[in-house]
């Protein structure tokens, strides 16, 4: 099955031939995120701990040390991976 990488939160997700166009993964595309100061809030789910967002299959959206301190936050600027 083709792969694509949502060009909101980089999370690689499955396609089949009828839905390829797609450029979000379920995710973004079931909740419209809304800019806030050039933040992305997450609307999804949370783990365990509560502050860090996941997709609805578990996987965290992006791991890293968010700069602008916003735990919500899944801007790929605002995040250093590591
Ligand atoms: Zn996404
Ligand atoms: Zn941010």
């Known amino acids: 099955m083709p792969s694509q990488t949502c ?3 980089g999370y690689v997700f499955e ?3 009828s839905r390829i166009n797609h450029e ?3 995710s973004c ?3 419209k995120v ?3 100061n050039s933040c992305l809030p997450w609307h999804g789910m949370f783990a365990a701990d509560l ?3 996941i997709h609805d299959d578990g996987t965290p959206v992006i791991v890293g040390n968010r700069t602008c301190k916003r ?3 899944v801007s790929p600027a605002h ?3 590591g």
């Open 79 to 81: 995040i250093e991976e």
């Open 7 to 9: 060009t909101r939160c």
């Open 71 to 73: 735990l919500d936050c």
């Open 24 to 26: 979000n993964c379920e």
């Open 51 to 53: 502050v860090t967002p």
């Open 29 to 31: 595309r079931a909740r």
């Open 34 to 36: 809304q800019k806030v």
């Open 15 to 17: 396609v089949n031939a």
